[in-house]
């Protein structure tokens, strides 16, 4: 009785290493994902949990020259390699009281971080107007900068502002890096985490801002800008 040949096993072989090989690769890929993924939600999720009205890394901040209630002059150019929390405010609206003490209680809780600034800029007639108004409303000195812009020549002729109160974060190269439209609980701990990442350089990769009349999110990140905010 004739002996079989040897049946051929290298196809075999080779077949179990192209499938071992790919399903290495789909591991690395699931994790390489995973991670990128992780990284997006680590930069982007404190800014999107607070619903910015703009947010990009594409306009510079106006350089602008103003006096504080002391009549010190003060530049933009004063916070290089600072980063900004920059409110717009004036007493005749009642948003921006109301949310004064929580501008207050934000400038204290990032006081001993040394390269924040809390400034904030009024558009009243004079520095006692706005100094009486500060103090009615904190009891106390205020913990932020004051700047005033009583011609409005700043707040509206270089940063577009006509509704108020309007917040603006800066990075440390004077980039504006988000803006936010209306009263805000600015003691959120998200508000001292997204700082904290400006502070260090972080960027969320998401564009957020006004396109053919409405509001369009785009960029890496954007769905999950969109999660956050809806």
């Not at 890929?29 to 404190?46: D, K, M, N, S």
């Not at 800014?47 to 703009?54: A, D, F, G, S, T």
């Not at 260090?200 to 564009?207: F, I, Q």
């Not at 053919?212 to 999110?217: C, F, M, P, S, T």
Request: aromatic share 8%.
């Amino acid at each position: 009785m004739a002996t079989p040949p040897p049946t051929d096993k290298r196809p075999y072989v080779v077949l179990g290493q192209l499938v071992f090989v790919l399903a290495a690769a789909a591991l690395v890929y699931g994790f390489v994902a995973v991670t990128r993924e992780a990284e997006l939600r680590r930069r982007c999720g404190a800014v999107c949990n607070l619903h910015p009205n703009y947010l990009g890394a594409e306009r510079k901040a106006p350089t602008f020259e103003l006096k504080d209630l002391s009549g010190k002059t003060v530049t933009m150019k004063d916070f290089e390699g600072k980063v900004v929390v920059l409110n717009f405010w004036t007493k005749t609206c009642g948003p921006c009281m109301e949310e004064m003490p929580e501008i207050a209680d934000l400038a204290k809780i990032l006081r001993d971080r040394k390269d924040v600034v809390v400034l904030t800029i009024s558009v009243d007639e004079s520095a006692d107007d706005a100094r009486g108004t500060l103090k009615s409303l904190l009891k106390e000195e205020p913990p932020f900068q004051t700047l005033m812009d009583p011609d409005n020549k700043i707040v509206r002729g270089k940063f577009g502002t006509t509704l108020f109160p309007e917040t603006w974060f800066i990075d440390k190269h004077g980039v504006v890096r988000a803006r936010f439209d209306g009263p805000k609980e600015w003691t959120n701990p998200a508000v001292v985490e997204y700082v904290d990442q400006l502070r260090s350089g972080g960027y969320c990769p998401v564009d957020i801002g006004p396109k053919g009349g409405r509001v369009e999110v785009s960029g890496e990140a954007a769905k999950l800008c969109e999660t956050k905010g809806g």
